[in-house]
C-alpha cells in the first residue's frame, strides 16, 4: 500500500512490518523511524466481524481530528506521534511516523518468571517502576490520560520505560474507549456483569490502578486476582472473569494461591498494606512513590530467600533431606537434577534429556561439561543439536561443540567445548540432527556440505519451530497471514496451512512435537482479553483439532508452556496435577486427570514424556515422575 509523509509517497511492503496489534501495522520506513498505519474496516483481519468492522471506521474518523490535536507537553518516554501519514489527497489520515524504538521487550515480559530469572533482578524492576512512575506522573500534570494503560503498550530498556500506542491516550474531548480486562479499574465497570465491561470514562486514579497491577505481577508473578477461587459456599462461585467486580483478590481466604507465584509474603507490609486497600477496599490515588523508593531487596543468608522485609520471612533452620523416590498413591517420583543456579532450556531429543543450566558464572550442559562462562542476560537464547549447544544474542548465534581428546591448547579441562560456527540470525532452532535458521528470506538447514536451502519465507517477520521429523511456521504481517510446515529433512514449504481465524496482537507462541503431530499454541490480545488458542497441525499441513480458553482462566489452556506431546495426545502441568488432553471430532478435550501428580508439578513446569515415564523441569530440579 501507499501513504504520503510530508506530500512524500512511501510504498510500504510487508517484509518492512515490525508490528500487528489489534488497531494497526507498524512498518519500519528508514532512518530510525516507524509509520503505525490503522486498519481500516474492509482489513482482512476484521473478515466476518461486522463489530470490529464499525469500531474501526468509527476510530479512523475520530483521529481525523484527533491527531491533529495531539498535546506536545508530554514526556521524553512517551513515544509522540511525530508526523501524519495520509492518502495522496493529504486530507485522509491514515496513521503517523514515530521513532523506532529497538532492543525492546514490552512489559508482560518481567511478570513472567522464567525471563526474569535470566539476569533481571528485584531491584532492576523496582527502578524500571521508578522510571515508569515519573513519566506517568509528568503525563498526568499535562492534562493527559493514559486510559487503556497495559503491559503491551509499555517498552522497557533496562530500567527505562516507554509508553506506546499514546494514539489511544484521553485528552481534550477525546475519550479512550478501549481497555484491557487486566487492567481496567473495576469502579469503572458494569457490577452486575459476568467480565469487565466498561462504564465511566478512564480517569488519572484509574491509570494508577493499572500501575499497581503491573508492579504486582512484576514482583510476585501473579496479577491481583489470580489463583483459583473455590468458596466454601458453592452457591457463591463466580466466573474467573468475574472476580475483580467482586473484590475476589489473592488475599482473599478462599482463594487458592498458585504454585508458579512468588509468596506474597516477601513484600514490605507497607506495600502489602497498599495493594489490599487499592484491589480490596477501592482506595485509589496517586501511586505513593515512597513505597518503591523505600522498597529494598536482600537475600536470606541462611535459607535464600529474596525479601523486602527487615527479616526473612521463611528462614527456619530445619535441613529437609533430599528424597530420592517419593510415592504418592500410583505416582513415583525420582530425584535426577537438582543445581543452586538455574535451569535455562531443556530438550528431549532420541528419548534423552538433555539440558543447559548456569551455576556460579558458568553456563553448563547436563554433563557439567562448560560451554562459556559469563553473566547472565534475558536476551540469550539457547538450543540443543544433539551434543552441542547453540547460544544466540542480538542477531548472532554461536555453536559450541565437545572438543576432541587432544584437541585445543590442551588448557581446558575434561569436558569443555569449544566454539564453533557463527551465524547471523535472529530465528533459529535445532533438533538432534540439524541447525534450521532464516537468512535472507531464506528458511536454510546446515547440511554435510553447508546450509542447505528449504524454502522462501518473509524476513524479520516468521516464527518457527522444528521437531525430529517436521518443522511448523507462520508469519503476519499487514494483510498477510501465512502458516506452513516444512520436512525436517527434505526441501520444500507447505504454505497451506488453515489455522483457525484470529485477530488482535500476537503476545507468544510455542510448539511441542511428536513424530506425526504439532501441537501449536499461541496467545493474542483482542479487544482487552489475552486468549490462548491451540491447533494440531499434522505433517501434510491438515488441522486436525482446534480449541481456546482465556489466559488465567485455570484451564490446562490457561498457560501456554510447559506442555509435552506423546502419541495422540498431550500431557499438560497444571497446579491440580497434569492432565491428558486429545482431539475428539474436531476438539481438544481433556480425557484424563492424575490428581497423584498434584503435590510434584504446577503449571510453570516443563514435561516431556518418554517410556520411562514423565520428566518434569522446574527452575532448579529435574525429577522423573512414573505413574502406575
Same mark, same amino acid.
Given at each position: 500500500?501507499?501513504? %504520503?509523509?510530508?506530500?512524500?509517497?512511501?510504498?510500504?511492503?510487508?517484509?518492512?512490518?515490525?508490528?500487528?496489534?489489534?488497531?494497526?501495522?507498524?512498518?519500519?520506513?528508514?532512518?530510525?523511524?516507524?509509520?503505525?498505519?490503522?486498519?481500516?474496516?474492509?482489513?482482512?483481519? %476484521?473478515?466476518?466481524?461486522?463489530?470490529?468492522?464499525?469500531?474501526?471506521?468509527?476510530?479512523?474518523?475520530?483521529?481525523?481530528?484527533?491527531?491533529?490535536?495531539?498535546?506536545?507537553?508530554?514526556?521524553?518516554?512517551?513515544?509522540?506521534?511525530?508526523? +501524519?501519514?495520509?492518502?495522496?489527497?493529504?486530507?485522509?489520515?491514515?496513521?503517523?511516523?514515530?521513532?523506532? +524504538?529497538?532492543?525492546?521487550?514490552?512489559?508482560?515480559?518481567?511478570?513472567?518468571?522464567?525471563?526474569?530469572?535470566?539476569?533481571?533482578?528485584?531491584?532492576? !524492576?523496582?527502578? +524500571?517502576?521508578?522510571?515508569?512512575?515519573?513519566?506517568?506522573?509528568?503525563?498526568?500534570?499535562?492534562?493527559?490520560?493514559?486510559? =487503556?494503560?497495559?503491559?503491551?503498550?509499555?517498552?522497557?530498556?533496562?530500567?527505562?520505560?516507554?509508553?506506546?500506542?499514546?494514539?489511544?491516550?484521553?485528552?481534550?474531548?477525546?475519550?479512550?474507549?478501549?481497555?484491557?480486562?487486566?487492567?481496567? =479499574?473495576?469502579?469503572?465497570?458494569?457490577?452486575?456483569?459476568?467480565?469487565?465491561?466498561?462504564?465511566?470514562? $478512564?480517569?488519572?486514579? *484509574?491509570?494508577? %490502578?493499572?500501575?499497581?497491577?503491573?508492579?504486582?505481577?512484576?514482583?510476585?508473578?501473579?496479577? &491481583?486476582?489470580?489463583?483459583?477461587?473455590?468458596?466454601?459456599?458453592?452457591?457463591?462461585?463466580? &466466573?474467573?472473569?468475574?472476580? &475483580?467486580?467482586? /473484590?475476589?483478590?489473592?488475599?482473599?481466604?478462599?482463594?487458592?494461591?498458585?504454585?508458579?507465584?512468588?509468596?506474597?509474603?516477601?513484600?514490605?507490609?507497607?506495600?502489602?498494606?497498599?495493594?489490599?486497600?487499592?484491589?480490596?477496599?477501592?482506595?485509589?490515588?496517586?501511586?505513593?512513590? #515512597? +513505597?518503591?523508593?523505600?522498597?529494598?531487596?536482600?537475600?536470606?543468608?541462611?535459607?535464600?530467600?529474596?525479601?523486602? /522485609?527487615?527479616?526473612?520471612? =521463611?528462614?527456619? *533452620?530445619?535441613?529437609?533431606?533430599?528424597?530420592?523416590?517419593?510415592?504418592?498413591?500410583? !505416582?513415583? !517420583?525420582?530425584?535426577?537434577?537438582?543445581?543452586?543456579?538455574?535451569?535455562?532450556?531443556?530438550?528431549?531429543?532420541?528419548?534423552?534429556?538433555?539440558?543447559?543450566?548456569?551455576?556460579?558464572?558458568?553456563?553448563?550442559?547436563?554433563?557439567?561439561?562448560?560451554?562459556?562462562?559469563?553473566?547472565?542476560?534475558?536476551?540469550?537464547?539457547?538450543?540443543?543439536?544433539?551434543?552441542?549447544?547453540?547460544?544466540?544474542? $542480538?542477531?548472532?548465534?554461536?555453536?559450541?561443540?565437545?572438543?576432541?581428546?587432544?584437541?585445543? *591448547?590442551?588448557?581446558?579441562?575434561?569436558?569443555?567445548?569449544?566454539?564453533?560456527?557463527?551465524?547471523?540470525?535472529?530465528?533459529?532452532?535445532?533438533?538432534?540432527? #540439524?541447525? %534450521?535458521?532464516?537468512?535472507? #528470506?531464506?528458511?536454510?538447514?546446515?547440511?554435510?556440505?553447508?546450509?542447505?536451502?528449504?524454502?522462501?519465507?518473509?524476513?524479520?517477520?516468521?516464527?518457527?519451530?522444528?521437531?525430529?521429523?517436521?518443522?511448523?511456521?507462520?508469519?503476519?504481517?499487514?494483510?498477510?497471514?501465512?502458516?506452513?510446515?516444512?520436512?525436517?529433512?527434505?526441501?520444500?514449504?507447505?504454505?497451506?496451512?488453515?489455522?483457525?481465524?484470529?485477530?488482535?496482537?500476537?503476545?507468544?507462541?510455542?510448539?511441542?512435537?511428536?513424530?506425526?503431530?504439532?501441537?501449536?499454541?499461541?496467545?493474542?490480545?483482542? /479487544?482487552? /482479553?489475552?486468549?490462548?488458542?491451540?491447533?494440531?497441525?499434522?505433517?501434510?499441513?491438515?488441522?486436525?483439532?482446534?480449541?481456546?480458553?482465556?489466559?488465567?482462566?485455570? *484451564?490446562?489452556?490457561?498457560?501456554?508452556?510447559?506442555?509435552?506431546?506423546?502419541?495422540?495426545?498431550?500431557?499438560?502441568?497444571?497446579?491440580?496435577?497434569?492432565?491428558?488432553?486429545?482431539?475428539?471430532?474436531?476438539?481438544?478435550?481433556?480425557?484424563?486427570?492424575?490428581?497423584?501428580?498434584? &503435590?510434584?508439578?504446577?503449571?510453570?513446569?516443563?514435561?516431556?514424556?518418554?517410556?520411562?515415564?514423565?520428566?518434569? !523441569?522446574?527452575?532448579?530440579?529435574?525429577?522423573?515422575?512414573?505413574?502406575?
Amino acid at each position: 500500500m501507499d501513504i %504520503y509523509v510530508s506530500g512524500k509517497r512511501i510504498r510500504l511492503q510487508p517484509s518492512q512490518s515490525i508490528g500487528k496489534g489489534g488497531e494497526a501495522d507498524v512498518y519500519h520506513i528508514g532512518g530510525g523511524k516507524a509509520v503505525k498505519v490503522f486498519k481500516p474496516p474492509e482489513h482482512p483481519d %476484521y473478515r466476518g466481524s461486522p463489530d470490529q468492522q464499525q469500531a474501526a471506521g468509527d476510530r479512523l474518523a475520530e483521529h481525523q481530528q484527533k491527531l491533529r490535536s495531539f498535546p506536545k507537553n508530554l514526556p521524553n518516554r512517551v513515544i509522540q506521534p511525530e508526523n +501524519l501519514a495520509t492518502d495522496r489527497s493529504g486530507k485522509q489520515i491514515l496513521g503517523y511516523t514515530m521513532p523506532l +524504538l529497538s532492543n525492546m521487550q514490552v512489559l508482560l515480559k518481567y511478570s513472567d518468571r522464567s525471563f526474569r530469572q535470566a539476569g533481571v533482578s528485584n531491584q532492576i !524492576v523496582v527502578d +524500571l517502576f521508578r522510571d515508569l512512575h515519573q513519566t506517568v506522573t509528568g503525563i498526568h500534570q499535562a492534562g493527559v490520560v493514559i486510559g =487503556d494503560f497495559n503491559d503491551l503498550n509499555v517498552l522497557v530498556n533496562r530500567t527505562e520505560a516507554y509508553l506506546i500506542d499514546t494514539d489511544s491516550f484521553q485528552y481534550g474531548t477525546f475519550l479512550s474507549r478501549v481497555f484491557t480486562a487486566r487492567f481496567v =479499574d473495576p469502579t469503572l465497570c458494569d457490577p452486575q456483569a459476568t467480565r469487565s465491561i466498561l462504564l465511566k470514562p $478512564h480517569t488519572a486514579t *484509574s491509570d494508577w %490502578y493499572a500501575f499497581a497491577v503491573m508492579l504486582m505481577q512484576s514482583l510476585l508473578f501473579v496479577d &491481583p486476582y489470580g489463583g483459583v477461587y473455590k468458596p466454601i459456599d458453592s452457591s457463591q462461585q463466580i &466466573p474467573h472473569a468475574a472476580r &475483580p467486580l467482586h /473484590r475476589i483478590t489473592i488475599f482473599h481466604p478462599q482463594v487458592r494461591y498458585p504454585k508458579p507465584a512468588v509468596p506474597y509474603k516477601v513484600l514490605s507490609d507497607d506495600l502489602l498494606h497498599y495493594f489490599h486497600q487499592v484491589f480490596g477496599q477501592d482506595v485509589r490515588g496517586e501511586f505513593p512513590r #515512597s +513505597l518503591i523508593d523505600n522498597l529494598q531487596w536482600t537475600t536470606c543468608t541462611n535459607c535464600g530467600t529474596e525479601h523486602a /522485609r527487615n527479616s526473612c520471612p =521463611d528462614c527456619t *533452620s530445619t535441613v529437609v533431606p533430599v528424597v530420592e523416590v517419593t510415592m504418592r498413591g500410583s !505416582v513415583a !517420583v525420582s530425584h535426577i537434577f537438582a543445581t543452586e543456579g538455574i535451569i535455562l532450556y531443556a530438550t528431549l531429543q532420541g528419548e534423552k534429556l538433555r539440558w543447559i543450566y548456569y551455576d556460579n558464572k558458568e553456563f553448563k550442559r547436563e554433563d557439567d561439561a562448560v560451554i562459556i562462562c559469563g553473566q547472565l542476560d534475558p536476551q540469550m537464547q539457547f538450543r540443543i543439536q544433539g551434543k552441542s549447544t547453540l547460544i544466540g544474542k $542480538h542477531g548472532q548465534v554461536i555453536t559450541f561443540s565437545p572438543l576432541l581428546a587432544g584437541e585445543g *591448547s590442551g588448557v581446558r579441562s575434561r569436558g569443555c567445548v569449544g566454539e564453533g560456527e557463527r551465524l547471523a540470525t535472529d530465528r533459529f532452532d535445532a533438533n538432534e540432527f #540439524s541447525c %534450521y535458521w532464516i537468512e535472507n #528470506s531464506q528458511l536454510l538447514r546446515d547440511g554435510q556440505l553447508g546450509a542447505e536451502y528449504i524454502g522462501d519465507v518473509l524476513a524479520g517477520q516468521t516464527q518457527f519451530s522444528v521437531g525430529s521429523h517436521f518443522g511448523f511456521g507462520f508469519y503476519s504481517a499487514g494483510n498477510l497471514n501465512v502458516a506452513f510446515v516444512f520436512d525436517a529433512k527434505k526441501k520444500g514449504i507447505c504454505d497451506r496451512v488453515q489455522l483457525p481465524q484470529w485477530s488482535g496482537q500476537l503476545i507468544n507462541a510455542t510448539c511441542t512435537f511428536t513424530p506425526h503431530r504439532c501441537w501449536f499454541f499461541w496467545s493474542t490480545q483482542e /479487544r482487552g /482479553r489475552t486468549i490462548n488458542r491451540c491447533a494440531i497441525v499434522l505433517p501434510d499441513g491438515t488441522i486436525e483439532a482446534s480449541t481456546q480458553a482465556e489466559a488465567g482462566d485455570n *484451564s490446562w489452556l490457561s498457560t501456554l508452556h510447559g506442555k509435552c506431546a506423546a502419541g495422540n495426545f498431550l500431557f499438560a502441568p497444571t497446579d491440580d496435577g497434569i492432565v491428558r488432553v486429545e482431539p475428539q471430532n474436531g476438539q481438544i478435550q481433556i480425557a484424563k486427570e492424575f490428581p497423584d501428580t498434584e &503435590p510434584f508439578v504446577d503449571r510453570s513446569c516443563q514435561l516431556f514424556a518418554t517410556p520411562q515415564g514423565i520428566y518434569i !523441569v522446574k527452575q532448579r530440579e529435574i525429577k522423573l515422575l512414573s505413574i502406575s
